[in-house]
């Protein structure tokens, strides 16, 4: 069975995401996010237009009639942008409201529609229970990426230790990333190709936040000089 993430961790992570969120003005949410090119109003309507996705993807699965995530990656761009400017009270009520659909859809999951499988914009299909996973992750990472107090320290232990493991599995999968080894200093876990002569140390939250391109990797040991590939 595909693990299919608990709705009372996505609600707490999302109440989290909120309260920073609530602490935005209008001039805030129109300056820059982490992400290039996106102010924090991108970021958070984009985590509004994920949640409808996560709610449709879901549907498709319990009802059995295609719903699609997004019509096209072009229409999700275009939803981001046209939501972006909007005014901070409108940003939040937006993830508040959307997050909500999300919860509603997710409650009415019954235990086998989790392993049907349905198809994500980018084309590749998984179990239903992957758009669980993957709606924790988009709201921890992207809180991260509104740049107002949250940080990878932050993120879940357990959250952290199963993506980091997965982000590794991923770069392996890929021809343009390094061969690196890594190390936990705060777990001791030692993940990668085993390899690779290259070395890189530092907590796992640290290790992650760069991997994912949210770090400079200046808290690491033997990151200097790396490039890596943009993977999230």
């Known amino acids: 069975m595909t693990r299919v993430e608990p709705l009372a961790t996505i609600t707490a992570a999302t109440r989290a995401l909120l309260v920073t969120a609530a602490r935005l003005d209008d001039a805030a949410c129109r300056a820059p996010s982490l992400l290039p090119g996106w102010t924090r109003g991108h970021v958070?309507?984009?985590?509004?237009?994920?949640?409808?996705?996560?709610?449709?993807?879901?549907?498709?699965?319990r009802t059995g009639v295609e719903s699609y995530e997004y019509p096209s990656a072009e229409a999700r761009a275009a939803e981001i942008e046209e939501g972006a400017g909007r005014p901070a009270a409108a940003l939040v009520a937006d993830v508040r409201e959307s997050a909500?659909?999300?919860?509603?859809?997710?409650?009415?999951?019954?235990?086998?529609?989790w392993e049907r499988v349905v198809q994500w914009t980018?084309?590749?299909?998984?179990?239903?229970?992957?758009?669980?996973?993957?709606?924790?992750?988009?709201v921890l990472v992207h809180h991260v990426d509104l740049d107002a107090g949250f940080t990878p320290r932050d993120w879940?232990?357990?959250f952290t230790a199963r993506m980091l493991g997965s982000v590794v599995a991923s770069f392996a999968r890929r021809d343009d990333?390094?061969?690196?080894?890594?190390?936990?200093?705060?777990?001791?876990?030692?993940?990668?190709?085993?390899?690779g002569e290259h070395v890189v140390a530092g907590t796992?939250?640290?290790?992650?936040?760069?991997?994912m391109g949210r770090s400079s990797g200046?808290?690491?040991?033997?990151?200097e000089g790396i490039a890596?590939?943009?993977?999230?």
Not at 125 to 135: E, G, L, Q
Not at 218 to 223: K, N
């Open 228 to 232: 890596l590939p943009f993977l999230y």
């Open 204 to 211: 796992e939250a640290s290790l992650l936040a760069w991997l």
């Open 177 to 195: 990333a390094p061969d690196l080894r890594l190390h936990a200093t705060d777990t001791g876990r030692d993940l990668g190709s085993g390899g």
């Open 44 to 61: 958070l309507t984009h985590v509004a237009r994920n949640a409808d996705g996560g709610t449709r993807l879901l549907t498709w699965a």
């Open 218 to 223: 200046a808290d690491l040991t033997g990151a």
């Open 122 to 138: 980018s084309g590749v299909r998984h179990p239903a229970a992957r758009a669980s996973d993957a709606r924790l992750t988009e």
């Open 156 to 158: 879940p232990a357990d």
């Open 100 to 113: 909500r659909r999300f919860a509603d859809a997710y409650t009415l999951m019954p235990d086998e529609a």
